[in-house]
C-alpha cells in the first residue's frame, strides 16, 4: 500500500513539471513570483543563449504582448566581441503593425540613444522628422510650474532641416524666461580670459562677411554684431563704423581721439589766411564757409564729431585773426582821426 501512495505522489509532481515546457509558451492566469521575501537573500532571473551568431539576431527578449495591441519589450545581445547591448522598445499598432521598435538603446560602452540604436556620445537623441511642424526634441520643466519649462526644438519647419533653438518659456512672473550665467570659482577673478565666451565661427576658421550676434523680438533686428566687429542699433548696415546708432544717443561724456592735427597751424606764420574778401565770395558761390562741408554732404555723410569740432575751432580761429588785424586797423584810423581833429583846432 506503501508503495502505492509512493507511486500516485510521483506521479503527479511529473505531471505538474510537464506543464512547463521547453518548446512552447507557457500560459497561467495567476501571478508569477521570482525571488524570495526572506531577508539578505539573492534574487536572480537569467535569460540565456549561445554565443553565437553575433549582433541583434542574438538577440534575448522580454516581451509584454496584448491579444489585440502591439507588443513592448526589453532586448539585450552581444556584439561581435565580448560587449552587450541593452534595448527598451515599444511599437505604434497603427503605424508598424505591432511590431515594437528601439526607442531607448544603451550600448557597451554607456552610450545612450533616445530614437537611435547607434549613439556616439553620452546621450544621442534622434527624433522623427514632422513634416509642417517645429519638432520639439526635449523639454525640462517642473510639477509645480508646468507652463514654466527649457526646451531644445527646431526652430523651423521646413521638411529637412534643422536651425536648433533653446527655448526657455517663463509665464509664473515677470521674471526672465531664460537666464543664461557663467561662474567662476571665489579665488578665480584673475587673467585675461573671459568667464563666458560666444563665439561664431566655421569649422577651422572665422566669419568673415555674415553677422557674428543678432538681438531680435519677434524675427525682427534691433542689435546686430557683425563679423568686422562692428555693432548696429537700430540697424544691420554700419557703413564701415564700430558703432552705429540709428536714433537718438545720449552720454554723459564723450571723448573723441582726433587722426588729423589740431588747428592751432592756423596761428602759424606760414598759413594762408584767406581775406574776408576771398570767403565773401566763397560764400556767394557755393553757400557755406570754405573748408565746412554742405547740407547736402552732411545729409548724406553724417557728421564727423571730431573732425567738425576741428574745422569749427580752424574757423573760430581765422575769425580771430580777422578780429585783430580789423582792431589794428581801427586803432590806425582812431589816431589819424585825432591828428585830423588836432590840426583843425590849431588853425
Not at 45 to 51: E, L, S
Not at 127 to 156: C, H, V, Y
Not at 163 to 182: Q, S, V
Request: aromatic share 6%.
Amino acid at each position: 500500500m506503501k508503495k502505492i501512495i509512493t507511486f500516485v505522489f510521483l506521479l503527479g509532481s511529473l505531471q505538474g513539471h510537464a506543464q512547463w515546457s521547453n518548446t512552447a509558451d507557457n500560459i497561467t492566469t495567476g501571478n508569477l513570483t521570482i525571488g524570495s521575501t526572506v531577508a539578505d537573500s539573492y534574487s536572480k532571473f537569467t535569460i540565456k543563449g549561445p554565443n553565437q551568431p553575433t549582433g541583434i539576431t542574438n538577440k534575448r527578449d522580454i516581451s509584454f504582448e496584448f491579444s489585440s495591441a502591439g507588443q513592448a519589450q526589453i532586448r539585450s545581445y552581444r556584439g561581435t566581441s565580448w560587449d552587450t547591448y541593452l534595448q527598451f522598445l515599444t511599437s505604434d499598432y497603427a503605424n508598424t503593425g505591432g511590431i515594437p521598435t528601439p526607442r531607448l538603446h544603451i550600448n557597451h560602452d554607456g552610450k545612450i540613444g533616445i530614437g537611435t540604436i547607434t549613439p556616439t556620445v553620452a546621450l544621442d537623441i534622434l527624433m522623427p522628422s514632422i513634416a509642417a511642424t517645429g519638432e520639439k526634441i526635449m523639454k525640462l520643466s517642473l510639477p509645480d510650474a508646468s507652463n514654466d519649462f527649457l526646451s531644445f526644438e527646431n526652430a523651423t519647419a521646413t521638411d529637412g532641416v534643422f536651425l536648433p533653438m533653446i527655448l526657455g518659456n517663463h509665464e509664473t512672473d515677470n521674471r526672465p524666461a531664460l537666464t543664461i550665467i557663467g561662474r567662476v570659482g571665489a579665488n578665480n577673478d584673475q587673467g585675461t580670459s573671459a568667464v563666458m565666451a560666444f563665439d561664431s565661427r566655421l569649422p577651422t576658421s572665422k566669419i568673415l562677411t555674415r553677422p557674428l550676434f543678432q538681438w531680435q523680438s519677434l524675427a525682427i533686428p534691433y542689435m546686430t554684431l557683425s563679423s568686422d566687429g562692428s555693432l548696429g542699433i537700430g540697424t544691420t548696415d554700419t557703413k564701415g563704423y564700430k558703432l552705429a546708432v540709428a536714433g537718438n544717443m545720449i552720454a554723459e561724456q564723450v571723448t573723441v581721439k582726433l587722426k588729423g592735427n589740431w588747428p592751432d597751424y592756423v596761428f602759424t606764420p606760414s598759413y594762408n589766411l584767406l581775406s574776408l574778401q576771398e570767403t565773401e565770395q566763397h560764400i556767394k558761390e557755393k553757400g557755406h564757409l570754405p573748408g565746412i562741408p554742405s547740407a547736402e554732404e552732411v545729409k548724406n555723410n553724417g557728421v564727423d564729431l571730431g573732425e567738425m569740432n576741428a574745422k569749427l575751432l580752424q574757423k573760430i580761429e581765422e575769425l580771430t585773426l580777422h578780429l585783430i588785424e580789423l582792431k589794428k586797423e581801427n586803432e590806425s584810423l582812431n589816431v589819424r582821426v585825432n591828428q585830423l581833429e588836432n590840426s583843425k583846432k590849431e588853425k
